[in-house]
């Protein structure tokens, strides 16, 4: 089944404790992307990738890291977490190197850094 | 600053309504996506419109786009209960912003059966 797969979909921490979300697709997409998503925000592009070892920031990159060693997997670190960082996480993928396709979610992380 | 911006915010309506939904947005887009979330939910694509097209349709949706006004509009026609979402669009622009897609703060539709 094609799919997008994230790692932990529920996580409870502690400020500075660093820690890791995982995303996977299984599609062979090129583009991979990690957004946040707060009440009354919507949804914010953290990181963006739009083939292996090439990643760029989107719009709120703060505090966070990604790499792109692989095609099918594109880590988020969060080196130092912050209570501002609770939030729901989500990545997704597209065909083709760009956003200009249908994106494909996975199932979101929902973290809290108390 | 925020590309897409849905209006309105909420809408509550009854099953066989139409429901529209608009999207503005500030820069030039390659592209405007509309997307479906339910409950927390991760996205589900509805709907692509490109920059040179004015109108798309697929199934109950129909979607328009004016790029001299920066909008779009989302209608579902003879809406359902099922229908109760949030919806979004989202636009990927050109240029130095070219990998990004940038999401509006989404339009809450409620469905009365």
């Known amino acids: 089944e094609a799919q997008v797969t994230q790692n932990p979909r529920y996580l409870i921490t502690v400020t500075g404790k660093k820690l890791t979300v995982t995303c996977s697709q299984n599609?062979?997409?090129?583009?991979m992307s990690w957004y946040r998503q707060d009440p009354g925000l919507g949804l914010r592009q953290i990181y963006y990738s739009m083939n292996v070892e090439v990643t760029d920031k989107g719009d709120v990159p703060e505090g966070y890291k990604v790499s792109r060693k692989e095609k099918r997997n594109f880590p988020l670190i969060l080196e130092s977490p912050s209570p501002n960082q609770t939030s729901l996480y989500f990545c997704?993928?597209?065909?083709?190197?760009?956003?200009?396709?249908?994106?494909?979610f996975g199932p979101g992380t929902r973290l809290t850094v108390t | 600053s925020q590309q897409g911006e849905e209006d309105p915010q909420a809408l509550s309506i009854q099953e066989g309504e139409n429901a529209t939904m608009n999207c503005s947005y500030k820069t030039s887009i390659n592209n405007l996506q509309w997307y479906r979330q339910n409950s927390g939910r991760g996205l589900v694509h509805l709907i692509l419109?490109?920059?040179?097209?004015r109108e798309k349709h697929s199934g109950r949706l129909r979607v328009t786009l004016d790029t001299s006004k920066k909008s779009s509009s989302l209608l579902i026609t003879a809406s359902r209960a099922a229908d109760t979402a949030s919806y979004f669009c989202a636009t990927g622009a050109g240029g130095t912003s070219y990998g990004k897609l940038t999401f509006g703060q989404g339009t809450i539709l409620t469905v009365h059966p």
């Open positions: 419109i490109r920059s040179n097209e």
């Open positions: 997704a993928s597209s065909f083709g190197g760009s956003p200009s396709y249908e994106q494909y």
């Open positions: 599609m062979n997409h090129e583009y």
